[in-house]
């Protein structure tokens, strides 16, 4: 079975600065997809950034990027440039395996970002 | 394009009272998800359908809680009879195809409240 944890509950950040979201993972599948999903108090969550595992280079979405450390099991989300409008919970999720779109999620991390 | 829609939005009940959901994913997604969110924690997938038929549904309490999704469109999800610890945001997902890599588009969620 896959574990997703994201240790840190909470996080801010100046607006315009940088911050990165913690993520930790646990699979024995080699084929595997890591993603990240905000969801904002309208609570629909919408796709970030995602990775797949077998590509060394790490995934840019415009401000978004990811490290992904496939060995020390590690992935994730710098912010750059932050906006007030990235305030949201951020989700850490997986998919791997024979478990084709089931999604695991972590516990999530409550960004807010400060004018 | 328009996205995936869930109704209600909020819903309180009193245990062992019964509720159902509705959701009608986006056009010409095969797939979809029913993912129940307790409070500070993690999606959890409960139920995946592909077309009309189950793909997952290990992590579905059939004692109490049932999901159909007739036509292969829309889709419910009923809770009879609710307990306390049901409370929680029941997201609907949609997904074009069943794949690891395969984005979620998800609605908004309906909140329930057990009393």
């Known amino acids: 079975a896959q574990t997703v944890t994201q240790s840190q509950p909470e996080m801010s950040v100046q607006e315009a600065e940088t911050v990165t979201l913690s993520c930790t993972y646990d699979t024995s599948e080699n084929n595997y997809y890591l993603f990240w999903y905000k969801q904002p108090p309208s609570r629909q969550m919408i796709l970030v950034i995602r990775q797949e595992a077998y590509k060394q280079q790490n995934a840019t979405e415009n401000r978004f990027s990811v490290n992904f450390q496939k060995a020390a099991k590690s992935f994730s989300l710098k912010i750059s440039d932050s906006q007030l409008g990235d305030t949201a919970m951020y989700f850490c999720?997986?998919?791997?395996?024979?478990?084709?779109?089931?999604?695991?999620f972590g516990q999530g991390t409550i960004l807010t970002v400060h004018p | 394009e328009a996205g995936v829609a869930q109704s209600p939005r909020y819903k309180i009940i009193e245990k062992r009272q019964s509720v159902a959901f509705w959701c009608n994913p986006i056009s010409g997604h095969a797939t979809l998800y029913w993912y129940q969110q307790i409070l500070g924690q993690g999606p959890k997938l409960l139920i995946q359908?592909?077309?009309?038929?189950?793909?997952?549904d290990s992590q579905l309490p059939k004692d109490r809680f049932s999901a159909e999704r007739l036509k292969g469109v829309d889709s419910t999800l009923k809770i009879q009879p609710a307990k306390l610890e049901d409370s929680a945001v029941y997201l609907c997902?949609?997904?074009?195809?069943?794949?690891?890599?395969?984005?979620?588009?998800f609605g908004s969620g309906t909140q329930l409240s057990v009393l």
């Open positions: 997902a949609s997904s074009l195809e069943l794949r690891q890599n395969e984005k979620l588009f």
């Open positions: 359908f592909q077309n009309n038929g189950v793909v997952d």
């Open positions: 999720a997986f998919s791997g395996g024979t478990s084709y779109g089931k999604l695991t």
